[in-house]
């Protein structure tokens, strides 16, 4: 079975300064690769996803992340983070090739202090 | 651009009780899924229908039932409440037939509290 490690519960940051949010994940099989956004009181919002191709993933936002195999790792970045980029985000994973059922990490909390 | 609707948007149960959330999923998606997310926890996934049909099961408790009916929609039916069901329930949707690994689309969550 499948998990996904966030390494960080919370990471403050100043506005316009850079992050990366930490994953992690273990699978005996092929995976791809997710991270969701929650803004207060919303629903998961779709950033980005690692299905094949380049390692490098661009999403929406400003946000991109790299699948790393050897160390199974899909860090998010950001160069330079707003305000508005606080919220909680959740990496996760799947094991199926068909959209289906997701397992997620713990949640890293972005704060954007200004 | 049409979105995941859930209601009720909040809900307010006393153990014991049953409960009813309903999801209608984007415009011809035909696969739904329901997470729950306890207080400060990761989503876990519950259950999956593709087509009417259930697709996939996780950690749903027995007391819970779900079904997917002709319009797509979907209903989770809670009985016997604990205080422990109190969480957030997300239902997603995607176009599950066709388009490689489609994203999910989330709506905003059912927020249930128990009492």
């Known amino acids: 079975a499948q998990s996904v490690t966030q390494l960080d519960s919370q990471v403050p940051v100043f506005e316009e300064a850079p992050v990366e949010l930490r994953c992690n994940y273990s699978?005996?099989?092929?995976?791809?690769l997710f991270w969701y956004v929650q803004y207060p009181n919303q629903g998961l919002q779709l950033l980005l996803k690692?299905?094949?191709?380049?390692?490098l993933v661009k999403g929406i936002n400003g946000f991109e992340a790299e699948f790393n195999k050897s160390q199974t790792s899909f860090h998010l970045r950001k160069p330079s983070v707003h305000i508005s980029d606080t919220a909680e985000y959740f990496c996760?994973?799947?094991?199926?090739?068909?959209?289906?059922?997701?397992?997620f990490g713990a949640g890293t909390i972005l704060r954007v202090k200004s | 651009a049409a979105g995941v609707i859930q209601s009720p948007r909040h809900l307010i149960k006393e153990k014991r009780e049953t409960a009813t959330l309903k999801c209608y999923p984007i415009?011809?998606?035909?696969?739904v899924y329901w997470y729950q997310q306890g207080p400060g926890q990761d989503p876990q996934f519950l259950i999956s229908?593709?087509?009417?049909?259930?697709?996939d099961k996780g950690s749903i408790p027995d007391r819970f039932s779900a079904q997917q009916f002709s319009d797509y929609h979907s209903e989770l039916n809670m009985s016997s409440l604990e205080l422990g069901d109190s969480a957030l329930y997300f239902c997603?949707?995607?176009?599950?037939?066709?388009?490689?690994?489609?994203?999910?689309?989330f709506g905003n969550g059912t927020r249930l509290t128990v009492t």
């Open positions: 996760a994973v799947s094991e199926k090739e068909y959209g289906n059922k997701l397992v």
């Open positions: 690692y299905l094949s191709g380049s390692t």
């Open positions: 997603a949707s995607s176009p599950g037939t066709g388009v490689p690994h489609s994203p999910l689309h």
């Open positions: 415009p011809r998606h035909d696969t």
């Open positions: 699978s005996s099989v092929s995976v791809y």
């Open positions: 229908f593709y087509e009417k049909m259930q697709s």
